[in-house]
């Protein structure tokens, strides 16, 4: 892309409305407005639009550029179903909305959210396009279809019938009426060809009202009224061909684009037609434009000028740019002979010093006055004199006179109610100093005068050596260097500079003294103000304040923003608002900028109002000085080429917000665009270009920028950025919003741009689901794996721990038995019969093992009987007896620490208990009866029934299941008795005798099989 001009577009500044009538306004329409010209690749231009997004389309022979004030985008062809089509000769353009529609010289297109579309590429040669935005129609005007008409709604073109075949050039569109008029060689028509007019040279029409504005090649603007369908007689005339008429609804006036001087406007209230300017883009303008800020921007096929450029209305009005008397001496001199030194406003007459004369300019009728003593005068002078070079640097009021100071010549005094004019040149100075010259004043050189200002009895100069004072009659001189600027000190004496020193001097011009400034810092001091106990002064394009501080001056910078060149003016004015109340402004001048400062007690300006080129503020011209007229308000800038106005009563006009856009998203290398935009996941960078529609002076804006789920509040872009991009982005939905802030803290459109981002795989919500599951699963499967390794290891430990324990009881229960020779195995039947018929009495597996635990040690009390009872061959007695059933209270003592084995306890005290109640050692009955003594009971009966006794042999079979009958309800539970018998019957409770069994590893008490026995036997 090509260098481009950085741009502010304008500052739109209005006066009070009760200081300005209607034809006062339409007076300063043209002597406030600046050319700003816009730098295109290609010179040269046709067409102008702006669609409502605020981008500007220029239209030119080389294709189409759009323009968002500080780039360019150019488009030559697009793409469209796999054909290509060329966007050249582009003969106009207009919009609705944020749709642009181009025409060029063979098709119709369209182009929306970067979307170019054809319309039409059959209608002939093409010449002109008009659009309706009410009825929402396009209007062509074709060489050979005559008129075509494009309904915007249906997307659908027709050719009245009435038109076609003809050659139409023109066509203008009543949205009033929703109705055309068309012009062919012959005239000028309606819709339904009725002839308006027979002029064959017609360039433009424009309707506004009721009235149809027809435009003649040769200058002539006529008026057909569109109710009563006649030609009025009134017309307006200007020495130019018309190429474009735009009526500007704001400043009520009718532009008229020339094809050599430029642009005229005409008030149609008025009926005032005046030229705008001297414009650089004056030749061939054929179309005009007026943007939402309210800039007028005109197109010129002109090759040779930039082909586009805007105007645009501020705060400074340049006095003399269509004053016939400077123009045309801007005509005949250099351009460093227009250069303004310096002003003075007395009364309505402002006094303009410059290289080239003196100038009195009338701000009632804004015009140079053609009557000129001052210069009647020197002219006579210079010619008498011999003098071939001279000019005029400074000019002051003193004793109701005006005072010129001039370079060659000396001091010029004028009186303006006299009108005479009187020259103190060096011989006047030489014969008129009662010999007050110092430090060895040299005569000749007095003449070479430059600056000046009046004091209460005396007028101050400064010359090329130094500084002299006039009283009204007599010369005082000093001899200095090169005084540059005068000004009073806040006690009534001279302060003045040179390039090097601030200097004070005394009444009587003998003695001067130097004011410190900085020395540390190299430049010149070329202006200087005193505020209060401060003095400000400027080296080069620094500005530095100075404070006597007891005997030492303290020296401090104030920093200014954006600063070019030498600060040239530096003054401090009084105002008044309109209520009445004062208040204080600084005025700083650069050689090319101007800054309006509220306050200087800072180190650093940050609020202030800024002008420059892009005002159309010419160069400052340097040593010299602008004026204040404090009665108006307004303050007089020099410059290169001409004066500047400035008011202070003004204010800036704020009601149209700046407005902004988001011209493409970038991912990555690749451009995007539109309100939504899908993003592939394997993006990394996201960009959002910005386009700013307009540079305000002063400060700028401030773009605000979030997005939300990234943000958590509105960030500020930096200065200057107009790319906000973000990184490494997780998938997912986004939303993008950006505004600006402008320097009034007025805010812009809103801007929303929503992402879609694609998700990895591992970003899905699914995935983590899976993965959740995957990992809850994991950890269940573990912990179930280590509830099994731990409750594997828990069981062989239980089980290692159980058959020790078993084996510990059966170890016991054989020493219990072996302790009684006549029931040796007797505790480990009963432990298995008891677990037999716990077993099918449907107990749980723990409560089985208990019981058998139990039954192993339900005779644990026989340890403590005496042997000789234990083993006594013939029946006991009475008191043996009772010593013999002692055993089961006593096993219950000997039991009384174990609380492993539930109801252990209860299996050896009360196993000799009866269910009717007739057994020992409580004589319980029935329920009564703990169940695991009632069990062991059937169990130890069932043994001592089958076992060989030495009083008895074993029962058979038969008989015990009699027993068992017999007793069942007496001594035996007979729930458990019919269990016991039924168990018998069916071969699965029988006797067994200790040396047949044997404890297996499952922790129960096993028979042997026969084979097994016998093997032992042997």
């Not at 308006?196 to 090649?217: G, K, P, Q």
């Not at 200002?453 to 400064?462: E, K, M, W």
């Not at 803290?745 to 995957?774: P, R």
Request: glycine share 6%; hydrophobic share 35%.
């Amino acid at each position: 892309m090509k260098k481009r001009i950085h741009l502010l577009l304008f500052i739109v500044l209005i006066g009070l409305a009760s200081f300005f009538s209607y034809d006062a306004y339409a007076d300063s329409v043209s002597s406030d407005k600046s050319e700003i010209l816009v730098d295109l690749e290609v010179s040269g231009a046709e067409a102008l639009c702006q669609t409502d997004d605020g981008f500007i389309w220029i239209g030119q022979y080389s294709g189409l550029t759009r323009y968002d004030s500080k780039e360019f985008q150019v488009y030559k062809s697009f793409e469209e179903d796999g054909k290509n089509y060329e966007i050249i000769n582009v003969r106009d353009l207009a919009s609705i909305d944020n749709t642009l529609y181009i025409l060029t010289y063979t098709s119709l297109y369209s182009y929306s959210n970067n979307h170019f579309h054809v319309i039409s590429t059959e209608l002939g040669s093409l010449y002109d396009l008009e659009i309706d935005k009410v009825n929402k129609k396009l209007y062509v005007a074709s060489e050979t279809k005559g008129v075509a008409i494009y309904d915007i709604e249906s997307d659908t073109v027709t050719t009245p019938e009435a038109q076609l075949g003809m050659s139409v050039i023109r066509i203008d569109a009543d949205k009033n009426r929703d109705t055309y008029y068309y012009q062919t060689s012959a005239g000028l028509y309606d819709s339904l060809n009725n002839q308006i007019c027979n002029f064959e040279n017609v360039m433009d029409t424009y309707i506004y009202e009721d009235i149809l504005y027809i435009a003649r090649a040769d200058g002539e603007i006529c008026q057909y009224d569109l109710v009563n369908h006649v030609m009025l007689t009134e017309s307006f005339k200007i020495d130019d061909q018309i190429n474009k008429l735009l009526y500007d609804s704001n400043e009520k006036l009718l532009y008229i684009a020339c094809e050599a001087d430029g642009i005229y406007y005409l008030n149609l209230n008025t009926k005032e037609m005046k030229l705008i300017g001297d414009l650089e883009n004056k030749k061939q303008i054929i179309d005009l434009m007026i943007d939402y800020e309210g800039n007028l921007w005109l197109a010129s096929h002109y090759i040779g000028t930039s082909g586009v450029s805007y105007i645009t209305k501020n705060a400074l009005v340049e006095l003399f740019y269509d004053d016939p008397i400077w123009q045309n001496l801007a005509s005949t001199l250099q351009k460093n002979e227009r250069n303004v030194y310096a002003v003075e406003k007395i009364d309505d007459i402002l006094y303009v010093c410059s290289t080239s004369g003196v100038f009195f300019y009338d701000t009632k009728t804004n015009k140079i006055l053609d009557s000129n003593p001052v210069m009647d005068k020197v002219k006579e002078y210079v010619e008498a004199n011999g003098i071939t070079y001279f000019d005029f640097r400074d000019v002051e009021e003193f004793n109701n006179k005006i005072y010129f100071a001039s370079y060659y010549i000396g001091l010029i005094e004028y009186d303006p109610i006299t009108k005479n004019v009187k020259i103190y040149d060096v011989d006047y100075i030489d014969n008129h100093n009662g010999g007050n010259l110092y430090n060895g004043v040299v005569i000749s050189q007095l003449n070479m005068m430059r600056c000046l200002r009046s004091f209460d009895n005396y007028l101050a100069i400064g010359y090329n050596k130094g500084i002299a004072k006039f009283d009204g009659e007599n010369f005082s001189a000093h001899y200095i260097g090169n005084v540059l600027y005068i000004n009073k000190a806040n006690d009534g004496s001279i302060l003045f500079n040179t390039t090097k020193n601030i200097f004070t001097i005394t009444e009587d011009f003998k003695e001067y003294s130097i004011i410190p400034t900085m020395t540390e810092v190299e430049g010149n001091r070329l202006k200087f103000l005193v505020d209060g106990d401060y003095i400000y002064y400027n080296l080069n394009d620094r500005l530095f304040r100075t404070k006597k501080e007891g005997s030492e001056y303290i020296h401090e910078e104030i920093e200014i923003p954006y600063v070019k060149g030498s600060i040239v003016e530096l003054s401090k004015v009084r105002l008044q608002d309109r209520y009445g109340n004062e208040y204080y402004k600084y005025v700083i001048g650069s050689q090319t900028q101007v800054y309006i400062v509220d306050s200087l007690d800072t180190n650093k300006i940050t609020d202030y109002e800024f002008y420059d080129k892009t005002n159309g503020l010419q160069p400052i011209i340097a040593n010299t000085s602008g004026y204040f007229d404090e009665a108006s308000q307004k303050y007089y800038f020099q410059t290169a080429a001409g004066v500047f106005e400035y008011s202070f009563i003004q204010t800036q006009d704020v009601s149209i917000p700046i407005r902004m856009a988001v011209n493409s998203v970038e991912l990555d290398d690749k451009s995007y665009y539109g309100n939504e935009i899908h993003v592939d996941k394997n993006t990394y960078r996201i960009s959002f270009n910005l386009s700013v529609f307009g540079f305000r002076p002063n400060k700028g804006y401030t773009i605000y920028y979030k997005l939300e789920g990234v943000d958590n509040d509105y960030n500020i872009a930096k200065e200057d950025s107009l790319s906000i991009f973000y990184t490494n982005l997780n998938g997912g939905s986004y939303d993008f919003s950006v505004y600006v802030v402008d320097e009034f803290g007025q805010t812009s459109n809103l801007v929303h741009i929503h992402l879609v981002k694609d998700k990895f795989v591992y970003e899905q919500a699914w995935f983590w689901v899976i993965i959740a599951v995957i990992a809850v699963a994991l950890i269940v499967a573990l912990n179930i794996l280590l509830i099994k390794l731990k409750t594997r290891n828990s069981i062989r430990r239980q089980l290692q721990l159980k058959n020790i324990t078993l084996e510990a009881i059966q170890a016991i229960a054989r020493t219990i038995d072996a302790k009684d020779e006549y029931t040796n195995g007797h505790s480990i039947r009963v432990g298995y019969y008891s677990k037999i018929i716990a077993e099918h009495l449907h107990l749980s597996n723990d409560e089985v093992d208990n019981i058998y635990y139990i039954a192993l040690l339900h005779d644990i009390g026989k340890i403590a009987i005496p042997d000789s009872i234990l083993n006594k061959p013939g029946r006991l007695t009475d008191e043996e007896f009772a010593i013999m059933k002692s055993h089961t209270v006593r096993g219950a003592k000997i039991l009384n620490g174990i609380s492993t084995i539930p109801q252990i306890i209860e299996g050896a005290k009360s196993h000799h208990e009866k269910y009717d109640g007739s057994g020992y050692p409580e004589g319980l009955r029935g329920e009564f009866i703990p169940y695991v003594a009632r069990i062991i009971c059937c169990a130890d009966c069932f043994d001592a029934m089958a076992s060989k006794r030495v009083y008895k042999e074993p029962f058979a079979l038969e008989k015990i299941i009699g027993e068992f009958e017999r007793c069942s309800g007496t001594q035996f539970d007979p729930q458990i008795a019919k269990v016991v018998v039924d168990l018998i019957k069916s071969g699965k409770l029988k006797p067994y005798t200790a040396e047949n069994t044997y404890l297996g590893s499952d922790g129960k008490t096993h028979r042997m099989k026969k084979e097994e026995v016998e093997a032992k036997e042997e």
